[in-house]
């Protein structure tokens, strides 16, 4: 017999909307040449909101900013904690020198899975620069890992789930605690 877990809204379709946009308003303030910038999206729904970012600011600037994935799997200094999931392939469209790159993950929580994606980054190059895009900042930091872009900040309990839902994935939209 299942389970039901209560699901609370966070941040609903609209204002997800409107963190989206503020965060791409934020993005282009903060980064001078946005055609030295590389997306980089990390599983699962850190690639996703890579995609719509990346849309979000063609809408804006009618420049297509560059975009890929990194799977840092096998970076991880916690497998045994997490577990391993099918691997995604890394796609970096381009030489990361001399670029900067803006890592973007659906929720940051103790940090690791930064700090496995910013060692598998490396691993291509060196870029100018990273930063750091999460929608949702949980806290409970086992690294000292900060986002530079954040959505909204949520504290929880160590027991609790944060997901983000993207209509072209799950069929809805918004921020999730579970």
Known sequence: ????????????EFELRKTISRLTSEIIEKVKKLDNLLLVG???RGIELTEVLEEELFCRTGLRVK??????TFYRDDQNRVGTRLI????????IEKQEILLIDDVIYTGRTIRAAMD???SWGRPQRVMLLVMVDRGHRELPIQP???GKKVPTSKIENISL?????????GVFLE
């Open 42 to 44: 990390i599983p699962t």
């Open 88 to 95: 995604q392939a890394a796609d970096i469209p381009t030489p």
């Open 148 to 150: 530079d872009f954040c």
């Open 165 to 173: 839902r993207l209509k072209n994935v799950d069929n809805e939209e």
């Open 67 to 72: 975009k890929g994935t990194i799977d840092p």
């Open 120 to 122: 598998a980054l490396y």
């Open 1 to 12: 017999m299942s389970k039901k877990t209560k699901k609370i809204v966070i941040l609903n």
